[in-house]
């Protein structure tokens, strides 16, 4: 079986697209301590402006050798302090604009804290961040929590965890087959739970968030009995429980599908990918494939893009336990992109699509009995161009109506707040120039939240404060349950229908309330 290929453009914004007292020791910002003892052992971090950064804390044991394939395991206590100044190995990925040169380092599930360098009377919120990436690349340590962590005054941990065949793969011998990655997730958030008041923050007021990967990651997590208690909130951005699409719909040639496969499935595939590497079936397979180099294994990575379902992690599929109210219950705050899917324009050639063309995507997505009437509700006169119009109609019916979908069925049981981020001239839309605006594409809401490795980008004065204003709602949600305080428009909660924040700068309509189904169509799509 060969791996799925992947467009550069696409994986680039995919990637766009983490109680024991402190000890005095190490203190090199005046009496600010840099040394913090975990239940594992110290680890000595920096301190730099108004932050603590404390990095590749190991959360498990490096999972190599035996530990390949298995569930997380303790970490071995250390007795000196542990370095904690450099950001640890991305996990196994291919080449990829977050790991330029790629990484075949198992030795990877580390995460990251950043806290506030002043000290605080009462322990702080605490922000656990899964980074996107399609389940096939990204690390936690490309984003930097500087403006949540100081203007928010959160503890903010992000981390690495497994990715495509080290994370998912799935073979007989495996008892949580496809589901490797999501433990690892859990691991984290058990490490959170026993150290956070080691760094101030407050183990009783956990937000799980990520977007993308680490949004479906977290809506995941919201349906796994493993993450009971784990987490008090969650924060979904692009990225939930009901996230599918259809054939041909997201690229050319592609099946119907969705990022959850059953566990029978995913073994399927492992048994295929077992011996196109030279391990056939048979009782020394696992051993065989362990042996392996990660510089071998690695080329079937993304193979592996699906967590599995029918497992201990996830007993059914997320979209099932959404839809039957199993699930956490925790207020949630989620969202998308007003233009996601012009991030995949590019596969379909982009400037290319005329009028002919879009009849003819329209028609291999839903069929020729359906197409008229898609192309009546997304007529070509209302956008700028066919390629936009395409973009509108897979924005609508891959992103937004899912994310709809998802917010309904947790807006009967928990407080659920519903936004999009709207803003067609975000930064990153400078970094990825093309014929096609990308507009509110996938991923261009992360430099308002995050320095994405190591860049600042340049706002213009409306969407600094745009950022100000989402750095507020995001770190008010994860200290209380609500993203309302002063100097920005009231954020209703999901009540009939969904109605939620449409995130725009001054001149673009500003921060206002939206109706997300009426405008993304979701009516019509359901009638489909």
């Known amino acids: 079986m060969k791996p799925r290929s992947r467009t550069g453009l696409v994986v680039a914004l995919l990637t766009m ?4 007292l402190s000890g005095p020791a190490g203190a090199t910002g005046g009496d600010v301590p840099t040394v913090v003892r975990t239940d594992a052992g110290a680890v000595r971090g920096t ?18 050798g035996a530990l390949r394939w298995r569930p997380p395991q303790p970490v071995t206590p250390w007795r000196a302090p542990q370095d904690a100044t450099g950001p640890a190995s991305a996990c196994p990925q291919d080449a990829n604009p977050e790991a ?9 599930l580390y995460l990251n804290v950043t806290t506030p360098r002043k000290p605080s009377a009462r322990p702080r919120p605490v922000l656990v961040w899964l980074p996107g990436g399609g389940f096939f690349l990204g690390a936690g340590s490309n984003y ?12 903010v941990v992000t981390v690495n965890y497994r990715l495509g065949i080290f994370g998912f793969f799935g073979h007989d011998g495996l008892p949580d087959s496809g589901t490797f990655g999501l433990q ?18 407050d183990p009783g007021n956990v937000t799980l968030a990520g977007e993308s990967a680490g949004g ?16 008090a909130k969650a924060l979904m951005q692009s990225g939930s429980c009901a996230f599918d699409w259809p054939a041909n719909g997201q690229y050319p040639g592609q099946g119907a599908g969705a990022p959850w496969l059953p566990q029978s499935a995913v073994r399927q595939v492992g048994g295929e990918v077992s011996a196109d590497l030279g391990c056939p079936g048979g009782a020394k397979a696992l051993d065989c494939l362990r042996a392996l180099p990660a510089s071998e294994v690695v080329k079937q990575t993304l193979s592996f893009v699906s967590p599995a379902y029918g497992t201990s992690v996830l007993p059914e599929n997320p979209a099932a336990a959404m839809r039957a109210g199993r699930f956490h219950r925790v207020p949630v705050l989620s969202g ?6 012009r991030s995949w324009l590019i596969a379909f050639g982009d400037d290319r699509i005329d009028a002919a063309a879009y009849h003819r995507l329209v028609t291999d997505m839903v069929g020729g009995s359906l197409a008229p009437k898609v192309e009546a509700e997304y007529p070509l006169a209302r956008y700028e161009s066919p390629a936009i119009a395409w973009g509108a109609v897979t924005t609508d019916r891959i992103w937004s109506c899912n994310q709809v979908t998802t917010d309904r069925q947790l807006a009967r049981r928990v407080p659920t707040y519903a936004y999009e981020f709207a803003d067609r001239d975000s930064p990153l839309t400078r970094a990825f120039p093309g014929k096609v605006p990308l507009g509110a594409a996938h991923a261009m809401e992360l430099p308002y939240l995050f320095s994405l490795g190591g860049a600042e980008f340049q706002f213009t004065p409306d969407q600094r404060r745009l950022a100000a204003q989402m750095v507020d709602y995001w770190t008010a949600f994860a200290r209380t349950g609500d993203p309302n305080g002063p100097d920005r428009p009231q954020w209703s909660p999901v009540r009939d229908g969904v109605s939620g924040l449409s995130l725009a700068p001054a001149g673009q309509g500003d921060i206002r309330r939206v109706d997300l189904a009426a405008g993304h169509h979701c009516g019509f799509w359901g009638s489909l």
């Open 100 to 108: 330029p040169t790629g990484s075949t380092d198992e030795d990877c």
């Open 336 to 341: 998308n992109n007003h233009d996601e899917a």
């Open 216 to 231: 479906m990651s977290t809506c995941a997590q919201l349906t796994s009995p493993g993450s009971t208690g784990l987490f």
């Open 17 to 20: 697209s983490a109680g024991l």
């Open 144 to 155: 930097g929590p500087g403006d949540l962590v100081t203007r928010g005054d959160v503890v």
């Open 47 to 64: 301190v730099t402006g108004e932050l603590r950064t404390f990095d590749a804390i190991p959360y498990a044991a490096p999972p190599v």
């Open 184 to 201: 690892d997730q859990q691991a984290a958030l058990r490490w959170v739970q026993r150290n956070a008041a080691s760094f101030g923050g």
